[in-house]
């Protein structure tokens, strides 16, 4: 089978990271709130995978910020604040472009 075929549970994770910036001698935490998509061959959601998930939303974080920045982040925690079953599919049907509108005529009201 190759990986098109091969079924997922996509699960979307939504959380905060909170980071400061080194940027002098007064420390100040920011709270980000992102999101990021996560598969897994099963629908357990043991530790070792909200650790990844965890991870994802990290990455998902650094991704909206300019590089040069990166170096200056210090992660001080990172809290999912909800998981959401996406469903059982493969990848190409997870990515798969939505059909197009349908117009819709509405009769007027009078």
Do not use: C
Not at 68 to 76: A, F, G, Q, W, Y
């Amino acid at each position: 089978m190759t990986s098109t075929t091969n079924k997922f549970h996509f699960f979307l994770i939504a959380g905060t990271v909170l980071i400061t910036l080194n940027s002098g001698d007064e420390e100040q935490i920011s709270t980000i709130p992102t999101n990021a998509l996560v598969r897994h061959t099963d629908m357990n959601f043991p530790s070792h995978k909200l650790a990844k998930a965890q991870q994802n939303l990290t990455k998902s974080m650094l991704m909206k910020m300019p590089e040069e920045l990166h170096s200056s982040v210090n992660i001080r925690d990172v809290i999912i604040t909800n998981v959401s079953y996406l469903g059982h599919m493969t990848e190409e049907e997870f990515q798969a472009e939505a059909p197009a509108p349908v117009a819709v005529t509405v009769p007027e009201v009078l």
